[in-house]
């Protein structure tokens, strides 16, 4: 529901805002106070289309999705708000007016960095896509304080700095404290049946307050606005008495602690105090998000039994699990529901998405920390592995697997266990992905529940990585096809009839060639490196974890350069190589492969002999902004992930939209991009996952590998020397000794792969026809496309009809 403003109507908008709100007049205002008056005036537009929206899915009584994700990797939100209400040109002409530029104003504004990763960024690709959709949607998750760390290289070692983003990026949040709710931790539990009735008392606990801001995220057109409810922790307890005595500190200790929950996104968990925090931000989001929920219902409704028919809520990973018993213990303790009841209503409510086959991201919980910081969660989640076990040996389950299968068990309480045992919908995000929860993963559960099981592969938010990121391929798509793409992503399958016109080819390659140059100036300015347009730009950007493999890109790389010292007259395309991650902070093996690059790079730009050939730059502090940057800009996408191990992955796809050819290996959606483009247009190589659970039962000895390849061997014997004065041993001898993700293994098909590229990029016709077709054919990567398949599929809820647009 778009609401076009007159020029002039704009302009008295943002000069009343900045008298109103900043007390400053248009001429004494500074490019920050006018960006946060256009704010303002975009977020004012918002909250009045989502209160029509809403309205709108009440009268047709259309099913409300509650999405609960710990991250959303938002970004900047002004760009996507203005291009999504389709009121960008007219903010333009109307800022134009007043002496400002929008693009200015633009860079005014932090990233919202509420998200580590790929996880949080599709939850912010989701809210997006269901706004555009028309199906009406909240998001839950924290009001971090810092969000994920920025990060600064010191000498080449990762340092963290806290990520001050609430100054300007709160002006997006609509403060409600009045829908504050209460969240109790530690404590004992009272119960005693009393006529038939459980009673159950909470005392001696903590009690923390969440307070809710609320941010808005409309569709294309506005057809629909989605809301973010962002919980920030704060205490009402102060000790006065205590305070009088001059005890200041322990008067206010609680306040702060209780603050502590929303201080920082994941704060390190390895030791006691990081653990306990962890679990409470869990908790505190669960139970705010679920009473919230259960509260707005009941404005509307006189009983919880119609819960599935209004409501879905989704558990994106596992996270966010504990609002199953949060639920239970609601319904039961405050609401007189029986368990059974209750448990029927639970089940046909929630489903689960899982992102990953990595055991320490399947969460588990001690019993001891769980019992004293949540003890009546505690109880209900022994009930419902007490219940869950009864019924698994009744229908005679072997004892073994329902102990593998039970989500209370040796001393833990496993998360994944707990959601699947109690969700009625179980995903993977790629089709390789939910074959192998299915086979390895949840493997007792699907044999024994597998109607649970479903896939829905990954998406992203189309407009902002093609249309917004890339204006120029946009305008050329546009031109070549209509503008049908930018509300159905299918269309750019139209594309396809140019991929054999050398005119079309041309302007293509001309596009990526400015991006190039506007990413080389970013990079001069804040690397100070000059970066050749003309050579090919080979990316890699995403979280730095040994099974993305950055340290197999970087052995490649080094065997490049000791074959170029040896024979600097060999042939060679020049190649800059491009990284970007931040490693989690308590991760020192994932610190020293970022270290290793960046001393890497210094290495080979001091060595004259080569450095017109390569050039290697570790972008500092990567997210939304920078990436919005780089993927219109790379002709190489690095997707090199084990085979096996990356769930899905979404960088994949906005290079692939951007015209990139993917470099990867047959892990995760690259099956799926495979099977969209063909291998012909794009460069595999290594494993499959079957070919790796093989080598893996036979025996891996890495060192083989090297024994057979002199200059594999020699590239490890230069890692173990070092760069700069800094030695890589740790790099080498886990190569050498146990090598958990097969970079040597799968050593020298990469290596054939990466010159396979080179002479591909030399065939200029076939390079560019190949960038064609992936932005051709990248329209089933659309985050629309994904969210029609969870609305048909799993929540069961059909859109709110449109409505005429208001001018």
């Not at 009440?58 to 209400?85: A, D, P, V």
């Amino acid at each position: 529901m778009i609401y076009r403003q007159p020029i002039r109507k704009i302009q008295e908008s943002v000069n009343s805002m900045l008298e109103l709100v900043f007390g400053v007049s248009l001429k004494n205002a500074t490019d920050e106070q006018c960006y946060k008056a256009v704010a303002l005036c975009v977020r004012d537009q918002m909250e009045k289309g989502r209160s029509e929206f809403i309205h709108l899915a009440e009268q047709t009584k259309t099913k409300h999705i509650y999405y609960l994700c710990m991250e959303f990797l938002l970004g900047r939100s002004l760009k996507n708000s203005l291009f999504n209400l389709g009121l960008e040109e007219d903010y333009r002409k109307a800022l134009a007016g007043l002496n400002l530029n929008l693009d200015a104003l633009y860079e005014q504004e932090p990233d919202a960095g509420l998200g580590n990763g790929g996880l949080g960024r599709l939850a912010a690709c989701f809210l997006d896509a269901m706004a555009s959709l028309g199906i009406p949607a909240t998001g839950y998750s924290l009001r971090y304080e810092y969000g994920i760390f920025r990060q600064k290289l010191v000498d080449g070692w990762q340092t963290e700095l806290p990520d001050f983003w609430l100054p300007g990026g709160k002006i997006w949040l609509r403060s409600e404290p009045e829908k504050s709710v209460e969240v109790r931790f530690n404590g004992r539990i009272d119960d005693y049946w009393n006529n038939g009735f459980h009673v159950v008392n909470h005392k001696d606990f903590t009690k923390v307050m969440a307070v809710p801001s609320d941010l808005y995220v409309p569709g294309i057109d506005g057809r629909g606005v989605s809301r973010l409810r962002l919980w920030a922790a704060t205490s009402e307890d102060f000790d006065m008495s205590l305070f009088n005595g001059g005890d200041y500190l322990r008067a206010v200790e609680q306040k702060a602690m209780a603050e502590t929950i929303t201080k920082v996104l994941y704060p390190e968990d390895n030791h006691p105090e990081g653990k306990s925090l962890r679990l409470s931000q869990q908790y505190f989001l669960v139970s705010a998000a679920v009473q919230d929920i259960i509260r707005h219902h009941l404005f509307q409704n006189r009983t919880l039994d119609n819960l599935p028919d209004c409501i879905a809520i989704h558990l994106n990973d596992t996270h966010p699990v504990l609002a199953i018993p949060e639920m239970m213990r609601i319904m039961m303790d405050e609401c007189g529901y029986g368990w059974d009841s209750a448990w029927e209503i639970v089940q046909n409510v929630f489903a689960y998405t899982n992102h990953t086959v990595m055991s320490e991201a399947l969460e588990c919980w001690g019993i001891n920390l769980f019992r004293s910081r949540l003890p009546r969660i505690y109880q209900i989640v022994e009930e419902i592995n007490r219940r869950f076990c009864a019924g698994m040996h009744n229908k005679g389950v072997d004892g073994y697997q329902v102990g593998r299968m039970a989500p209370w068990n040796d001393g833990f309480v496993k998360m994944a266990n707990l959601a699947v045992a109690s969700c009625h919908s179980v995903n993977g995000v790629s089709k390789l992905h939910s074959e192998i929860l299915k086979d390895r993963v949840f493997h007792d559960f699907y044999t024994e529940m597998p109607e649970k099981f479903t896939n829905v592969t990954n998406g992203i938010a189309h407009r902002r990585w093609l249309c917004q990121a890339n204006p120029g391929l946009a305008a050329l798509l546009t031109e070549l096809t209509g503008d049908g793409f930018v509300r159905d992503a299918s269309e750019l399958e139209k594309l396809m009839k140019y991929k054999s016109d050398p005119a079309v080819l041309e302007k293509m390659a001309a596009i990526k060639r400015e991006n190039k140059i506007r990413l080389a100036k970013y990079v001069k300015r804040e690397n100070g490196a000059d970066l050749d347009p003309d050579s090919i730009f080979d990316v890699q950007v995403k979280r730095l974890h040994e099974y993305k493999r950055q340290h197999l890109n970087a052995l490649q790389i080094l065997t490049d350069y000791l074959r170029l010292c040896e024979n600097p007259e060999m042939e060679f395309t020049p190649r800059t190589y491009l990284f970007g991650a931040k490693a989690a902070p308590g991760y020192y093996f994932a610190k020293q492969i970022i270290r290793f690059l960046v001393d890497l790079g210094k290495t080979i730009d001091a060595d004259e002999r080569v450095n017109k050939k390569m050039k290697v730059v570790y972008l500092e502090d990567y997210r939304v902004t920078l990436a919005e940057l780089l993927m219109p800009a790379a002709d190489l996408s690095e997707q090199i992930s084990l085979a096996g191990t990356e769930a899905s992955g979404t960088g994949n796809m906005k290079f692939m939209i951007n015209g990139a050819v993917t470099l990867g290996t047959l892990d995760g959606a690259n099956v799926e991009i495979r099977d969209a483009v063909g291998e012909e247009n794009m460069i595999l190589f290594g494993m499959n996952a079957q070919e790796v659970e093989e080598r893996k039962k036979a025996g891996y000895r890495p060192r083989a590998f090297a024994e057979k390849n002199p200059e594999l061997q020699a590239a490890l014997n230069a890692v173990e020397k070092g760069f700069c004065g800094v030695d890589f041993r740790d790099i080498s001898n886990s190569l050498l000794s146990s090598d958990p993700y097969m970079v040597l293994a799968d050593f020298d098909s990469y290596d054939k792969a990466r010159h396979k590229s080179e002479r591909l990029y030399l065939d200029a016709d076939q390079w560019r026809s190949m960038c064609l077709v992936n932005t051709a054919k990248s329209g089933i990567f659309s985050a629309d496309r994904a969210i029609r398949e969870y609305a048909e599929n799993i929540w069961h809820v059909k859109p709110v009809p449109e409505v005429k647009r208001h001018v």
